[in-house]
């Protein structure tokens, strides 16, 4: 069967890394690095789940969300986002733009791993 | 020559040996008989033999002489050549060679001792850093080291040929000194150098015996360094003296023995004289001995001296001009070793300070003074008995030894009251014709007339005063409302100085005086009236005694309202009595009313100021109004209340002589006629309560508004401002009037809702969470506000609201608010907010690769290489988390300025060091820097690493808020004694709301959310250009980019 696939949108090379590693036995992982290629990528690669971090330099990750939800091929697509806010404010902001889950940083790659297999099913 | 010597001797033993061997031989031969010819062979034969023989001999012998000679002549050429450290060895054979040996060795060790000391010696002449040169008895120098030629450039061939007075010329500036007036020991003075530079040095000649001769011995030391020292000692001696000297206490150090070791320019001021090396007492007191010695004990220093503490007294002296001031003066030690070694003792002047408590004590005094006339003036209507208590209370008050009260009757001004004087002395002054001595001069023109001294005073030569033993005097007007009525008088038969204060308080106490006196002869007025119509109307009379009685009992104005309305009410019993007033703006006011209507509050506005009613005509006309059945009365417009329930009304209204202030208004359900007794009964009765209502308002205003101070409600800091009942603004401080941006005059009598134009609280305006109106409910409120002032600042204010009560009934007569500035409190609280949010966020990142990497690592998921190069990553970012701490640190060190380091700035290198810092980064972002230098800032000055961290920190920022392709110019220029500093970048550009929060710890602005970075390089850049004096400006445009300009001046303020 055809591993799942995931995209991790982080500028900072290690948080892909780390998923990479991770996840790499369950999913299938691609890394987008650059914000600003990131929604031409979903568009491509249609994944079955994105990881977006909130902050990156020039398209912040509220931003892509925003494009990614109002895309009506693409709004369907799970998204969660890492910050490392962890201010209650910034979760309802991201709750409210159709973020499925809220991952503060630091956080613990077997639990995220646990989360996105409690979304998508083992592959 | 040894050869040749050799040669001539082996021929000498020869022939020695030939004539030794030959001679006898021949003389044998002969004896013989053999054959001449055959001697002559023989003898040849011989010869040969024998001189073979010899030959032999002396070439043995020979050879013992040359080798030991070979030996000493070896050893003396080593010896030439400068080798001592050898020994020629000695042999066992005792012969004169081995004496000879002996006698080299010997000499050779001499040499090299001999040798070794010189060489120390000119080791150490040649070695001595100080300079040193010999002159003869005429000053020419005959020897010198080689220090001195490094000093003055001299060689050792110039300097035999010097004269000491070309070197130190200064020493010789008169021709005939000579060296032996040269002092022996050091002075301090300048030598010439060979090629003319004047090097200051310190000599010391030493004049030394020599072969007979004087010479002079000068060692010089060169004196530049020690210059430096003491120029620097000097300039931190000129900066300690020029911070005392800029303060503008007094200052004095003082020393184990009570003198003063130095004193600043505010006590050279005030003496008038440098006191140091003096004894002084109290800073400005120049003693002969110390304190100790004169008793003195009170001295603070002396109290320092032995209880080692700072000690704090307070001290009543005159300043330079002569004025007496209070000063408060401060000893405190300086302590070394646990001993007191000095004493520093400041006086301040706290002259203004101790005035203002004075001031406010003052006032206090005034105001109860006046309380208490005023209490004794509601207590009585009694002309002789308010005479005798308001005179004794002011004669107690001023320490006088007696007064009077004199009162006009017509034309003449008659004594109604006197303490102190004799009666002889009453019947002669007793009545004055008006215009005559000084109370009568008082009594015609309401001048005060005060003496400090009667007996000397010129104005009072012909009063009848002057030799009545009355120093100190005092007489004032008693100032009724329209005319004088009287004056009183106080005295002492001690000199007296009247201060303006005391005229300002007796001036009260007359006006004061003379309103009650104006109270009193309506009083009696009304009894003349009152005796009059006693056999006629018993009824009314009573009425009036009991009202008379009640009207002279009561104290305050709500306590007198009610009285008298019940007075009516009893009286005439009218379904409804109300007293009206008419306030500053016409508008009419119920001020009580009985009994009380459940539809009103007192007071209550009846009737605006043009509304044509009852009331406003009794009040505006003066004349008793009555009309039977106020539903048809067409002229007035009359309140529903009114209306609705009641019948007729009738209204008086009250007058106090010039003017009416409101009215008395009677009504009746049923339709009512008054009697005229009873208008009579009321007429007089409303003149009285109109004169009782105007002395208790009178003394309640007095009261009221001294309680409100204005010099006490300014010197809060928070505004303050009090309305009356009605919510109109009675007084308002000056912090209030900076908050609201207006001027006291324009508030003055408004409402609040007319200040308070914009900002959220407007809202509250005319509800009932209005803190003023809740306030005048009685209740008290605490809330925080935004206002925005007319001049467009914003403040948030704590406002608390109190009710302001009458001390007497509790009634509440107005409201104050309280607002208090916490707009910068607010301001901390948000940053403080900022940096805790801006703090775990920017640590999150590093700790994610942390904390989630290790778990990888521990979990098994990642191993071998991969493990490792994770374990990398957690370094890296450790360190970054590092960094922002010490980043964080930095700041606060700045702050305190520590670490601060000040010297030359090399430009040049920190330029070289940011392009090489920078290159990759540039070189990924494909950027491009410009880096110029204009002028010549090699001569600028401070901390080379702070610049250097403020120029990275700045290029740092253009290249984080850029796109690809930004382009960063870096100037650094001289202009005008600054070093101008700008960094233009054309990058994203910061929105204008920023730009006023740039520089604040943890700001990150509106490209904060995309990017990393700790919020703290632009405040690490501000605190920089605060150390060096500077100032930043940023200029910004978003889109477009973004230019910093830092200016440093190139001499630095001392900090």
Not at chain 2, 23 to 52: D, H, M, N
Not at chain 2, 1042 to 1048: A, D, G, P, W
Request: proline share 4%; glycine share 6%; charged share 30%.
């Amino acid at each position: 069967m055809k591993k799942k696939k995931i995209m991790v949108i982080d500028d900072e090379p290690f948080i892909s890394m780390m998923i990479e590693d991770k996840f790499k036995d369950n999913f299938q992982v691609l890394s987008i690095r650059d914000s600003t290629l990131a929604l031409d990528a979903i568009k491509k690669e249609k994944p079955d789940l994105i990881i977006l971090d909130w902050m990156m330099p020039r398209v912040s990750g509220l931003d892509i969300l925003k494009s990614i939800k109002a895309e009506p091929e693409l709004k369907e697509i799970p998204v969660f986002m890492l910050t490392a806010k962890g201010q209650e404010d910034d979760e309802l902001a991201g709750l409210k733009y159709g973020a499925e889950r809220y991952i503060t940083k630091p956080f613990s790659p077997r639990e995220l791993l646990e989360l996105v297999i409690e979304r998508l099913g083992r592959s | 020559m040894y050869k040749l010597r050799f040669i001539y001797m082996l021929f000498l033993i020869l022939f020695a040996v030939v004539i030794l061997t030959v001679a006898p031989l021949l003389l044998l031969l002969k004896t013989q008989g053999l054959e001449p010819e055959l001697i002559t062979e023989r003898v040849l034969i011989i010869t040969f033999y024998s001189l073979i023989f010899a030959f032999l001999i002396s070439l043995f012998f020979s050879r013992s002489i040359t080798k030991p000679l070979n030996i000493l002549k070896k050893a003396s050429a080593r010896v030439r050549a400068g080798e001592l450290d050898f020994g020629i060895p000695q042999r066992d054979r005792i012969d004169e060679f081995s004496d000879l040996v002996k006698t080299f060795n010997h000499m050779l060790k001499g040499l090299k001792e001999k040798t070794e000391e010189l060489k120390k010696k000119e080791a150490y002449i040649e070695l001595m850093t100080d300079p040193l040169i010999v002159t003869d008895e005429d000053g020419r120098v005959i020897d010198m080291n080689p220090a001195f030629t490094r000093l003055l450039g001299y060689e050792r061939s110039e300097a035999l040929e010097l004269n000491i007075n070309k070197v130190f010329p200064h020493l010789f500036r008169e021709p005939n000194l000579s060296i032996k007036d040269l002092k022996s020991w050091p002075e301090e003075t300048k030598a010439i150098s060979k090629n003319g530079e004047e090097i200051p040095v310190l000599i010391s000649p030493t004049p030394i015996k020599f072969n007979g001769s004087s010479r002079l011995v000068i060692t010089i030391k060169d004196f530049r360094e020690g210059l430096k020292l003491r120029e620097e000692i000097r300039l931190s001696r000129d900066y300690l003296e020029s911070v005392m000297n800029s303060i503008q206490d007094e200052l004095l150090v003082i020393d184990k023995d009570f003198r003063v070791i130095k004193a600043n320019h505010a006590v050279i001021k005030r003496i008038g004289s440098n006191p140091e090396g003096r004894f002084c007492y109290m800073i400005s007191h120049l003693l002969e001995r110390p304190c100790e010695e004169i008793q003195k004990l009170d001295c603070p220093v002396q109290v320092v001296f032995t209880t080692k503490r700072p000690f704090v007294t307070e001290h009543e002296d005159l300043d330079s001009e002569g004025r007496s001031r209070t000063y408060e003066v401060i000893a405190y030690p300086v302590i070394e070793n646990g001993e007191v070694i000095n004493v520093i003792e400041f006086a301040r002047d706290m002259t203004d300070k101790k005035q203002l408590e004075k001031e406010l004590i003052r006032r206090n005094k005034n105001l109860s003074l006046l309380n208490e006339i005023a209490a004794i003036l509601a207590k009585s209507l009694r002309a002789d008995e308010i005479f005798y208590s308001v005179l004794e209370k002011l004669k107690e008050t001023f320490g006088m030894d007696g007064g009077g009260i004199f009162i006009i009757d017509r034309e003449t001004l008659i004594c109604r009251y006197h303490s102190g004087v004799s009666e002889e002395f009453v019947r002669q002054a007793g009545r004055l014709p008006l215009g005559h001595d000084i109370p009568g001069r008082v009594a015609q023109s309401g001048m005060i007339i005060t003496s400090l001294d009667v007996s000397r005073d010129p104005r009072l030569e012909r009063s009848m005063l002057k030799h009545s033993g009355i120093r100190g005097y005092c007489c004032i007007p008693l100032k009724g409302k329209e005319r004088i009525h009287g004056v009183f008088c106080l005295f002492s038969f001690k000199p007296f100085h009247w201060t303006m204060d005391d005229e300002e308080v007796l001036r009260a106490a007359g006006e004061m005086m003379g309103l009650a006196f104006e109270n009193i002869t309506l009083y009696e007025k009304v009894q003349g009236l009152y005796r009059a119509l006693k056999d006629k109307r018993q009824k009314e009379l009573e009425n009036l005694s009991i009202m008379v009685d009640m009207l002279s009992g009561t104290r305050g104005l709500n306590e007198l309202l009610d009285a008298s309305l019940l007075f009516i009410k009893e009286r005439l019993n009218p379904d409804l009595v109300g007293l009206v007033k008419i306030d500053q703006t016409g508008n009419l006011i119920l001020r009580k009313v009985l009994p009380q209507l459940k539809e009103l509050n007192e007071p209550y506005l009846l009737y605006k100021e043009n509304v044509s009613s009852q009331e406003s005509l009794s009040i505006k006309e003066s004349v008793i109004i009555q009309v039977k059945d106020i539903k048809q009365e067409p002229r007035f417009y009359y309140n529903e209340i009114f209306k609705k329930d009641f019948n007729s009304c009738l209204t008086i209204p009250l007058t106090t002589g010039e003017k009416n202030t409101g009215c008395l208004s009677l009504y009746s359900r049923t339709p009512r006629d008054f009697t005229e007794e009873e208008i009579h009964f009321l007429k007089i009765f409303s003149t009285v309560l109109a004169l009782s209502i105007e002395r208790s308002e009178f003394y309640e205003n007095i009261l009221k508004q001294e309680a409100l101070s204005t010099t006490i409600l300014d010197s809060i800091e928070d505004g303050v401002y009090t309305v009356d009942r009605n919510g109109y603004i009675t007084s308002i401080n000056k912090a209030a009037e900076e908050i609201f941006y207006i001027r006291r005059e324009k508030i003055l009598g408004k409402k609040c809702s007319e200040i308070i134009l914009h900002g959220a609280e407007r809202k509250l305006c005319g509800t009932d969470e209005c803190p003023l109106s809740i306030a005048l409910r009685g209740g008290s409120s605490s809330t925080e506000i935004e206002y925005l002032n007319p001049k467009g600042r914003r403040f948030i204010l704590q406002v608390n609201c109190l009710p302001l009560k009458d001390p007497v009934t509790g009634e509440v007569t107005g409201a104050l608010q309280v607002f208090r500035d916490i707009t910068g409190q607010k301001e901390l609280d948000r940053m403080k907010t900022e940096i805790i949010r801006s703090v775990s966020h920017e640590f999150r990142t590093p700790l994610t690769a942390i904390i989630g990497m290790t778990e990888m690592i521990l979990n098994g998921d990642v191993t071998g290489e991969r493990a490792r190069e994770y374990l990398g990553i957690m370094y890296r970012e450790g360190l970054r988390l590092s960094k922002m701490i010490s980043e964080l640190l930095d700041i606060s060190r700045l702050e305190k300025r520590e670490f601060f380091k000040v010297g030359p700035v090399e430009i040049k290198k920190i330029i070289e060091s940011i392009k090489e810092g920078f290159s990759d980064i540039i070189e990924k972002k494909e950027g491009f820097i410009a880096i110029k230098v204009e002028g010549d800032v090699s001569d600028f000055t401070g901390d080379q690493d702070k610049i250097e961290q403020m120029l990275r920190n700045l290029v740092d920022n253009s290249l984080t808020y850029s796109d690809l392709g930004v382009r960063i110019s870096l100037i650094i220029k001289k202009v005008d004694d600054m070093l101008e500093i700008t960094v233009k970048d054309t990058g994203w550009g910061i929105p204008e709301e920023d730009i006023p929060h740039l520089g604040e710890k943890f700001y990150r602005g509106t490209h904060g959310e995309k990017t990393k970075g700790t919020g703290l390089g632009l405040s690490l850049v501000k605190e920089i250009v605060k150390l060096h004096g500077g100032t930043l400006s940023i200029e910004s445009k978003v889109g477009k980019g973004t230019s910093v300009q830092i200016k440093l001046p190139f001499q630095r303020q001392v900090e």
